[in-house]
């Protein structure tokens, strides 16, 4: 029995081989340092004065929130309201509500943005 023993452990040895694993290959890393934003910025000229101020009941106060007034929107033929939105607080920055001004073009909105300060 004992050949039979020695036979079976060396063909288990042989049968079983050894694996050398290679390491992987160096895969390329891209590391973006800020994140990619898409700014599109369009211009709104209207050729005549919106309507009086959009008028909209205000909530009452929300904690972090800003109420961003809504605002009348020259869609190229005619002005369409665009009701107000909460906006989250940015500390170290103030809300500019939406407005128009009046150029020699015609009236330039300009859209609700956080201001430093």
């Given amino acids: 029995m004992s050949i ?3 036979a079976l452990t060396a063909l288990t040895l042989l049968a079983s081989g050894c694996v050398v694993e290679q390491p992987a290959r160096p895969r390329p890393m891209v590391v973006e340092r800020e994140p990619v934003v898409q700014r599109e910025y369009v211009e ?9 101020e959009l008028v909209e009941a205000e909530p009452a106060p929300r ?10 929107h020259w869609d190229g033929r005619q002005y369409i309201a665009h009701r107000g939105h909460w ?8 809300y500019v509500h939406p407005h128009y001004e009046r150029r020699n073009d015609g009236w330039h909105l300009n859209v609700g ?5």
């Fill in 113 to 117: 943005v956080w201001a430093a300060g």
């Fill in 4 to 6: 039979r023993l020695v």
């Fill in 63 to 72: 904690h972090g929130y800003v109420w961003a007034r809504g605002y009348w």
């Fill in 87 to 94: 906006e989250a607080e940015r500390p170290g920055y103030h």
């Fill in 44 to 52: 709104v000229i209207a050729p005549q004065q919106p309507p009086v």
